[in-house]
């Protein structure tokens, strides 16, 4: 199996974390649209003091989130997907190992009173670990979310260390590269057309219904819910990843 160089292939988040100028600034389609705080003139000086929320130009998606690093967050998942040969869902949560191609992961499943989950580093492999309270298809879904994290770990990047505002931000990146693993676009499209119930969709992902149903809103499937329906989703519990 090829080696995949998560540092290489999160090149414009690693970039923004740094402080740098988005590379894609001069190119990006959106740069004018509404997304572009600088744009519209509406950039607050929180974010012009931290790189992950001002792009200095670059588009913006939505909760502030660039488009660029969520395309290469999914082409990532992708390259995971394709160099362990897998063709069709449900996606085996072994495959959290990929994050770290040097050091082992070991999932435990703990009886957590406030966390669906969390990664910790001891010795010289990750521990994550998921809540037994929780069904199998929410800790598949964490254990992909902190896998995400382990990989931004072994790139520098540290979401923890910076301001609680912006620390969010790190969980809905999570949220959108645990999506992108255990709801590959490319699956979802295929499947979608023959099934046409979401009930049936996050069975056969093995994900939650709440997810799948999020996912097939993003890929235009399903029409997307108004603020009010928005705000009765988050209060499950599960955070949403950006749109």
């Known amino acids: 199996m090829k080696a995949i160089e998560p540092k290489k292939a999160l090149s414009t988040l690693i970039n923004l974390y740094s402080g740098n100028r988005c590379p894609h600034e001069q190119s990006c389609a959106c740069r004018a649209s509404d997304w572009c705080p600088k744009a519209n003139g509406s950039e607050t000086k929180a974010e012009r003091d931290y790189p992950m929320l001002h792009l200095a130009g670059c588009s913006f998606g939505y909760d502030r989130c660039c488009c660029r690093v969520l395309d290469e967050i999914e082409a990532l998942a992708h390259e995971f997907l394709d160099s362990a040969g897998i063709s069709d869902p449900p ?15 070991e999932m435990r ?20 670990h ?16 902190e896998g995400f994290h382990i990989v931004c770990s072994n790139s520098g990047i540290s979401f923890s260390k910076v301001d609680n505002r912006c620390r969010p931000l790190g969980e809905r990146l999570a949220d959108y590269f ?16 023959q099934v046409q119930d979401i009930e049936e969709m996050a069975t056969r992902f ?37 749109q």
């Open 91 to 105: 996606v085996p949560i072994e495959m959290i190992s990929l994050c770290d191609s040097r050091r082992p992961i």
């Open 130 to 145: 998921l809540n037994s309270n929780n069904p199998p298809e929410v800790n598949r879904f964490t254990a992909f979310h």
């Open 206 to 242: 093995g994900a939650p219904r709440i997810m799948m149903s999020d996912w097939l809103q993003r890929l235009g499937f399903l029409p997307v819910l108004t603020e009010d329906d928005q705000s009765v989703k988050t209060s499950s519990g599960l955070a949403l990843y950006p």
């Open 109 to 128: 499943l703990l009886p957590l009173k406030a966390y669906f989950g969390c990664a910790w580093f001891l010795g010289n492999e990750w521990i994550v």
């Open 178 to 193: 645990a999506a992108s693993m255990l709801m590959p676009r490319q699956f979802v499209q295929e499947l979608w057309p």
